[in-house]
Structures are given as structure tokens and as C-alpha cells.
């Protein structure tokens, strides 16, 4: 894996979480500070059939602190339960305007137990800033919450 490095780093963190929320709010705040095109990182909870914003970091706060199931980039994840991947934001009829100068964006699902439980939600203000590695660190970093919540 590309991002190994910066994997094994996370793992740390996560373990020495005291809890799920701390543990996602470790990983939120470490891959908004160091990857340099991840400009927002949110995690969203599934409750009902709502996405509820958990641990965030950016510049700005989201207005969508709620996400019905089915809407928006993220809702479509809570359907699929799928990684979705928008190479540029305005061409996606499904992408829920939160701020201008967001360009991408990429959406993975956390299973619990063969479960739909949350996502990890990233912007960025670069035209197709989410390929193929970033793909794989983030599916293996939901796994790793997975397991923590």
C-alpha cells in the first residue's frame, strides 16, 4: 500500500484511543493535517435512516450535519454501502453544495459486521485529487474503525 507508512501511524493512534469517538476524531484530525489535498474530513454515523456528522476537521463547519439515506454523495454511500469516488463535483447531480471551492470528493463506507455503520467523508479543493491508493489507505482505514465502533 502506498500510504503504509501513514497507515501504520493511524493504527497507533487508534489503539491508543480510550474511545470510538476519540478514535475517530484521531484519524479525522491526523489525515486532515497530513495529507495536503484533504481539505475537509468528516465521519457520519448511520442512526436511523439519517448520517449524522461525528468528528469533523476544516477550515469551515458543514451545514449538512444531517444526511438522509439516499441523498447526496454521502447518502448514496449509505445505499451502496460501496466507496463512491466524484473526480469533479460539479458534474454529479448527487453532490450536496457545502463549500465553493470544493472540486472532489470521496466517500467510504464503514461495515460493521457485514453492516452499514458510517462513512469517512473527504473534500478537496483539487479537480481528481482521490485515486487508486488513496481508494485502498481509506477502505483499510474504515476496516480499522470498523472495528472500534
Not at 118 to 146: H, Q, R, W, Y
Amino acid at each position: 500500500m502506498k500510504y503504509q507508512e501513514r497507515f501504520d501511524d493511524i493504527t497507533e493512534l487508534v489503539q491508543g484511543a480510550n474511545t470510538a469517538e476519540d478514535a475517530q476524531a484521531r484519524v479525522v484530525e491526523h489525515l486532515y493535517e497530513r495529507f495536503r489535498c484533504y481539505d475537509w474530513v468528516g465521519i457520519y454515523r448511520l442512526e436511523g435512516e439519517e448520517l449524522m456528522l461525528g468528528p469533523w476537521k476544516g477550515k469551515a463547519a458543514t451545514e449538512h450535519v444531517r444526511i438522509k439515506r439516499g441523498e447526496g454523495v454521502c447518502g448514496a454511500c449509505a445505499v451502496s454501502g460501496k466507496t463512491e469516488v466524484v473526480p469533479d463535483v460539479s458534474a454529479d447531480a448527487r453532490y450536496l453544495a457545502c463549500f465553493s471551492e470544493t472540486k472532489s470528493e470521496i466517500v467510504v463506507p464503514i461495515i460493521k459486521n457485514g453492516r452499514f455503520w458510517g462513512e469517512i467523508d473527504i473534500d478537496s479543493s483539487t479537480l481528481n485529487a482521490f485515486g487508486p491508493d488513496d481508494v485502498e489507505f481509506l477502505e483499510a482505514l474504515a476496516k480499522l474503525l470498523a472495528g472500534r465502533v
